[in-house]
């Protein structure tokens, strides 16, 4: 029986942030209400976990790896196969194999929560916090099951590790400006997606503080198709925009496609501007100007958190937060002589 943070708190009689205050601990909940949800969230969790039990008694030396997106898209894009090459490396340092699980579909991203959990095969997951939802990590906690979010949920915030979208964006979009781009267009992800909101923040406060209208902000599937689209919509809508800024390395690819298509000089004609760098970006002419993650890191950090937590300790931080860099390169109008 799959439990949600909406069950406990419809039965519970409280709202679904009060659920949510005391999984996480905080603080903001009364005494008496604190251990009656706990009480429930106990008397719910009736069905003993094989897997959990199992790993109480022999080890896999296995660490399941979730990546809430189809293998297809998973291994294209710019993001996921760095992520998941700093984790594999990390984990074989000390001994341990990956099992990577992808959904069926993007919209069944269930499957590979499922897929990977089946037959006691992995001590500890890795989960990609896109898309992945309340039921799965109510689960995962209520079993005391160990695992590190890459990224921050929606509702929960267990532990995880990600980087600063607000500051990175933010820091992309006062570079702009300085090199005298007024009319700025962004063109980001699912718009359901906390990253997208909190990159969205950061470029909407830094127009704002500018004098400026953050008015051009378009949503759309990290697919090159889509994004082509998306850019051509910005292009023709005839407002004046002198740069785009793409807020993820994998809507890159269609911006450039449509810049081929319409014969569009970069930085001429329109500047460039990445949140997510690339090994190809500084070979393009001009290079591309890009937010630098530390993506190794994060795999990393993640690790070291998941090993702390299968050993029943608990980690000093709950969540970890790495700061971004700008590379910047010429597709923005730089001076970089």
Known sequence: MAITIKDIAELGNVSKGTVSRVINGEPGVGEETRRRILKLIKELDY???????GLAVKRSNNIGVIIPHTGNYSMSSAYWPALLTAVTEKAAANDYNILLSTARSEEDVDSAYRTILRGKRVDGLVIGAEQFGD???????????????????????????????????RKMTEHLIKLGHKNIAMLTGPETYPSVRDRVKGFTQAMTEAGL???????????????ALTCKEIIHN???????????GDLVG???????????????????????????????????????????LLGEAAVDQLFLLMGGK??????????TEII?????????S
């Not at 005839?238 to 993820?248: L, M, N």
């Not at 608990?314 to 700061?323: L, R, S, Y």
């Open 47 to 53: 069905q003993p976990n094989a897997s959990a039990r």
């Open 135 to 169: 039921e799965q990590l109510v689960e995962l906690m209520f079993k005391n099951f160990p695992f590190v979010m890459v990224g921050k949920g929606p509702d929960i915030s267990h532990y995880y590790v990600d980087v600063d979208n607000v500051g990175g964006a």
């Open 213 to 227: 209208n953050p008015e051009h902000i378009y949503y759309c599937p990290y697919w090159t198709e889509k994004a």
């Open 238 to 248: 005839k407002a004046g925009i002198t740069a785009i800024f793409a807020a993820a």
């Open 254 to 296: 269609g911006v450039l496609k449509v810049f081929k298509e319409e014969k569009i000089r970069m930085p001429d004609d329109l500047a460039l501007a990445s949140f997510d760098d690339h090994p190809l970006f500084e070979c393009f002419v001009p290079g591309i100007t890009a937010v630098s993650q530390p993506i190794n």
């Open 314 to 323: 608990v980690p000093t931080a709950k969540k970890i937060i790495f700061e």
């Open 328 to 336: 910047v390169r010429g597709s923005c109008g730089a001076n970089l």
